[in-house]
């Protein structure tokens, strides 16, 4: 038969008796389960099997308000006067004695009682009338509580008239509408024959030592009710930014990449002029680079200030003409904030240019950009580079795919594209949803970067946005998501 262990373990305690209509607790007796989960679980299983047929009923379910439950271990007020009482002689029973037997608060409610069981009060003295009557009374009253303390009971279940008495005291009992139910075989279900119903071995739990001992062969696995209501975790994870920069790290150096950094703050001898940038650039203006007043300089090394002035000026023996313009080396000492991560890549050149190489890096930029659903003036870029002899367009191209097609983007398109440091220059565009975003830049260094950095081979450069990707992926359309620290809605982002 086709149904799990908590599903056999209630049909065979049902089938014990097959006609009776079961309530929760005699379920919960029988299974011996002590979680009406499972009740309420197995029996919409089995119901839906068409074995058994679940019936709800709207009743009144009386149970023990506070003092109800302190009376239920204490006893009732009455009973403990009671017990006093008898235990004095008659004379002794005034109520000065009783009153310092009790809680201050109970003598009041206490006397109270007691008049209304026939106990009257002669000259400060208590005296009983019938006490066989009044005893067997409060019996009852205690039994009818201790009958409760177990839990709620069905309301026709109960001797009306008490039921009726301690709704008229404070804290005794609760009366409450609920809906309950009950479970009976149907007629398919009585059939079922009980010897099918033993425990099935079944495993929940794939576990690494399952599967190292070969039992997983001819195990059976419970199957998974995917529509059962579960709790969210809400345990710990990494930023989804964090986890997005793993992702790519460990992609590249997959790759066979190594990794480099550089710092946030440049020169923009290195930053703009390595790379061959005008000085005249518009890119170049306050308006779009932080440049810094403190340091408001950086030392750059005369040796690559001298070629950088050759090379802009007339191209040195590049074989360029240069940009035919005044070199002021002075503007290359300017500090900035990087203004993109190809400085990083340009850098390692200069330090290891007769060493072939394939690095990326990941790495903060800063841009002044007024900030919108698709700006920040601080976001971060994938940068990379592969120096070496045979370096070329289409090595440059199949790494950008392949370094996609791993993120999930199979389609990617280049485009001519111009950059002053690159020739051929190429944008790159991924397709998602049925259209063509744009991701990033890349092309091979120009002759006038690559030689005064002290290398002839070519270099195939990209530089590519990550929040752009990541709001891809992420499902995003306002990059500034990625930043609001929301815990709720980072937490439902897609865990990487
Ligand atoms: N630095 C360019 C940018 O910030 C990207 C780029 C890098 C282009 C390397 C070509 C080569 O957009």
């Known amino acids: 038969m086709d149904i799990g262990n908590n599903e056999r373990r209630m049909l065979r305690a049902m089938l014990s008796n097959q006609s009776k209509d079961w309530t929760l607790e005699e379920l919960l007796t029988e299974t011996g389960w002590s979680d009406q989960v499972h009740v309420a679980g197995s029996g919409a299983v089995l119901e839906e099997a068409g074995l058994v047929s679940v019936n709800e009923f709207r009743g009144t379910a009386v149970s023990l308000g506070e003092e109800g439950k302190r009376a239920s271990k204490e006893g009732l007020l009455e009973a403990r006067i009671w017990d006093w009482l008898l235990s004095q002689k008659a004379e002794d029973r005034t109520m000065a004695a009783l009153s310092s037997t009790l809680k201050r608060h109970e003598a009041g409610p206490g006397v109270g009682l007691l008049k209304a069981l026939g106990v009257t009060l002669e000259s400060g003295v208590l005296v009983a009338g019938d006490e066989s009557q009044i ?67 079944t495993i929940g739990e794939v576990t690494p030592e399952l599967l190292q001992s070969e039992a997983w062969r001819d195990a059976e696995f419970k199957p998974f009710d995917i529509n059962a209501p579960a709790p969210t975790p809400s345990g710990g994870r990494p930023h989804p930014m964090i986890a997005l920069i793993e992702m790519i790290r460990s992609i590249f150096l997959e790759m066979g990449f190594s990794e480099i950094e550089g710092d946030f703050i440049q020169s923009a001898g290195w930053n703009m002029d390595a790379l061959f940038i005008p000085q005249s650039h518009p890119a170049r203006t306050m308006q779009d680079t932080f440049y810094l007043s403190e340091p408001a300089q950086v030392d750059v090394d005369e040796k690559y200030l001298d070629l950088w002035e050759k090379v802009h000026e007339h191209g040195h023996d590049t074989g360029s003409k240069g940009w035919g313009l005044d070199f002021d080396k002075e503007e290359s000492k300017k500090s900035l904030l990087r203004t993109h991560t190809t400085v990083n890549t340009v850098r390692h050149i200069a330090e290891n240019p007769d060493e072939p190489c394939r690095v990326f890096g990941i790495g903060r930029v800063f841009r002044q950009e007024s900030i919108d659903r698709t700006h920040l003036p601080e976001f971060y870029q994938i940068e990379g ?112």
Request: glycine residues 8%.
């Open 135 to 201: 005893a067997s009374e409060i019996k009852k009253r205690s039994e009818f509580i201790n009958s409760l303390s177990d839990g709620p009971v069905e309301q026709p279940e109960l001797d009306e008239e008490l039921v009726s008495h301690f709704s008229g005291r404070k804290g005794l009992i609760v009366l409450e509408d609920r809906v309950s139910r009950k479970w009976s075989l149907t007629k398919q279900g009585v059939k079922t024959d009980i010897s099918e119903l033993e425990d099935i071995e």
């Open 385 to 496: 580079i592969i120096h070496e002899p045979e370096a070329n367009l289409p090595m440059l191209i199949s790494t950008l795919r392949t370094f996609y097609s791993k993120m999930g983007f199979p389609d990617v398109r280049v485009r001519p594209a111009y950059f002053p440091y690159t020739e051929p220059s190429v944008e790159v565009d991924v397709l998602w949803k049925g259209e063509w975003l744009e991701l990033g830049g890349s092309g091979i260094f120009r002759p006038e970067v690559t030689e005064p950095l002290g290398t002839e081979w070519p270099v195939c450069a990209w530089g590519l946005g990550l929040e752009r990707l990541a709001m891809l992926i992420l499902e995003l359309d306002d990059i500034r998501e990625l930043y609001q620290p929301d815990l709720e809605r980072l937490g439902r982002m897609p865990i990487l």
